[in-house]
């Protein structure tokens, strides 16, 4: 738990920054689309047509906006590194919390068959007596019918 705790204390700034880059990223490439939009509009050859500097002007202006993609990629791809690495953290310190509940839930269902054996062993003990209390009553009452029946005859 700590280490979640400690991870996100560490990454939340990193990932608030990353996030910061890539919108100043796309931003970035937004305006070289815009650019490349406007070099594609230039026709500065005879009768209105293109010349070779206007196309070559065009492709750099897409090599550009090629390479800020490519940026906009790897930060991408480091955000779903971060957020991997902390979804990992995340899954560990579950799985962990899930292994104490486990052995904590071990514990108690040995505590409930001790308490279980307990009362049957308690159980046991008063059937014994339940049943030394009939054999008594019995033969009270069976020497009291004796004597009765000795009186009687007597």
């Known amino acids: 738990m700590k280490k979640l705790l400690l991870l996100c204390c560490l ?5 608030s920054s990353a996030q910061e880059k ?15 939009k ?10 209105g047509n293109r010349t070779k500097k206007d ?18 990629m ?5 955000l779903k590194n971060i957020e991997t690495t902390e979804i990992k953290y995340e899954k560990d310190d579950y799985k962990f919390i899930a292994q104490k509940q486990e052995q904590d839930i ?15 062993a308690i159980a046991a003990s008063k059937r014994t007596y339940e049943w030394s209390t009939l ?5 009270t009452l ?13």
């Open 135 to 139: 054999i008594f009553f019995l033969s």
């Open 38 to 47: 406007s070099s594609e509009a230039q026709k500065s050859g005879i009768f």
């Open 106 to 120: 071990g514990k108690l269902k040995r505590a409930l068959a001790d308490k279980d054996i307990a009362i049957d």
């Open 55 to 72: 196309m070559v002007e065009t492709n750099e202006w897409m090599e550009r906006i090629v390479l800020k993609d490519n940026q906009i």
């Open 74 to 78: 790897d930060e991408l791809e480091m």
């Open 11 to 15: 990454l939340f700034p990193l990932i």
């Open 22 to 36: 890539l919108q100043k990223l796309v931003k970035e490439r937004q305006e070289l689309h815009q650019q490349w």
């Open 142 to 154: 069976g020497l009291g019918y004796m004597v009765y029946r000795s009186r009687q005859s007597a």
